[in-house]
């Protein structure tokens, strides 16, 4: 049994993790395994952050030599399982268990009634080869926790979607979760950038939606492993989740808006990642509701969908800010204009180009029935010329204006006919 000596509380002080790998390094050369002390420092550096990071605190270590092993045991409050997570350029999380994995000679995980033991074995010479992708898959010897008796769960059926979009998704969610878990350990130094009150706000809502989130991503890594471009999302969940997922998404987006400050290292969500965050919370949140009070839910609006309908509110943003652009353009340009001619000038060049026209011209008549353009654009300077002369064959401007009918000519064919 492991003595007072072999173990160590680490609470949320700045310095916890930097005094747990001092420990290691003691325990290492006490227990006669000098040589294992830098490889525990590692593995403990890693373990401890990411109990402290997922859990909270307090997290406690545990080193022991054997004389086949030095042994490192992490235990924290949290029964979510720990995964090997894929790491990539954008994310800040996802590295530790792979570390942990080269490392040693043997690691795992096992669950107990008021949390969970990391633990691995490290040897001289030890380490085993890193798998080429993660799986998604715990550790050897973990079981799952048993549901809830005291609540029911139900089966949501979120449909399927993009693996890449939905790991990435999930990296740029735990980058967040990594820093307001550092801006709350750091919340009573002077210069803290982000409130502790909005950092265990996030704290509390990943903790009480971690249940959905972790099943989501194991998943998705199990979908990235076996090469599927699409996850199905099929989760069993207690109706309580939708009130989790509801605070969750609003915390994120306080998150967003530090983020939008430049008040985090993290950067805002990207539009495509809080699409699909919002997708697939409410979807969840509403097969809940409907199971908890014994309706059959709708079927769920599939992420495909909800893209063409936020790609239509787009479009017509886009519409509305374009024609905001134009006006703004005609009135700088009015701003400069003299004379009746730059006005005119003005209207003909913008309406050719807010109706991607070839050619466009303004004809005024006079008082004595001649014709008289003041601008034109795109129109050969004969054809202007012998239009004001009243020299001009039939055209479908003279024939506007004798009959005061618009002329619309759809070809050829129409024009000859005319």
């Known amino acids: 049994m492991p003595t007072d000596a072999d173990r160590l509380v680490v609470t949320d002080e700045a310095d916890a993790v930097s005094r747990a790998r001092r420990f290691a390094i003691d325990r290492a050369r006490e227990t006669g395994w000098s040589e294992l002390a830098a490889d525990a420092e590692l593995v403990v550096s890693e373990l401890v952050t990411n109990g402290l990071l997922h859990a909270g605190p307090p997290v406690e270590l545990v080193v022991t030599g054997t004389e086949c092993a030095l042994r490192i045991e992490v235990r924290d409050q949290s029964q979510v399982a720990p995964l090997l997570a894929r790491s990539g350029v954008d994310s800040m999380t996802g590295r530790g268990l792979a570390l942990v994995e080269v490392l040693s000679d043997r690691w795992g995980a096992d669950r107990h009634a008021d949390g969970k033991t990391i633990w691995a074995e490290l040897v001289p010479g030890a380490g085993v080869e890193r798998m080429e992708e993660p799986d998604g898959t715990v550790p050897d010897g973990w079981q799952d926790a048993p549901a809830s008796e005291d609540e029911p769960r139900f089966t949501v059926a979120l449909g399927d979607v993009p693996t890449d979009l939905l790991l990435a998704s999930k990296a740029h969610v735990d980058n967040l979760v990594r820093e307001f878990t550092l801006a709350a350990t750091g919340a009573g130094v002077e210069g803290t950038a982000v409130p502790v009150e909005l950092a265990e706000l996030v704290e509390a809502v990943v903790h009480r939606f971690a249940e959905a989130r972790q099943a989501i991503r194991r998943q998705a890594l199990a979908a990235a492993a076996a090469g599927q471009e699409r ?22 987006d306080q998150a967003d808006a530090y983020a939008r400050a430049a008040r985090l290292l993290t950067l805002e969500t990207p539009p495509q990642y809080r699409l699909f965050r919002r997708w697939y919370v409410e979807s969840l949140m509403q097969q809940l509701r409907h199971a908890a009070a014994g309706e059959p839910a709708p079927p769920p609006v599939t992420l495909e969908r909800r893209l063409l309908d936020e790609l239509a509110v787009v479009a017509a943003a886009q519409r509305a800010s374009d024609r905001a652009a134009r006006l703004h353009a005609v009135a700088a340009a009015l701003a400069g204009a003299t004379t009746p001619e730059d006005v005119a000038a003005v209207a003909v060049s913008e309406g050719v180009t807010v109706l991607g026209a070839d050619r466009g011209g303004l004809i005024l008549v006079r008082p004595d029935g001649g014709l008289e353009i003041p601008a034109a654009v795109g129109h050969p300077v004969a054809v202007v010329e012998r239009v004001q002369s009243g020299l001009a064959e039939r055209l479908p401007i003279t024939e506007a204006i004798a009959t005061g009918e618009p002329v619309w000519v759809e070809s050829r064919e129409d024009r000859d006919e005319r």
């Open 231 to 252: 996850t199905e999302l099929v989760l069993r969940l207690p109706a309580s989740m939708a009130d989790a997922g509801a605070a969750y998404l609003s915390a994120l």
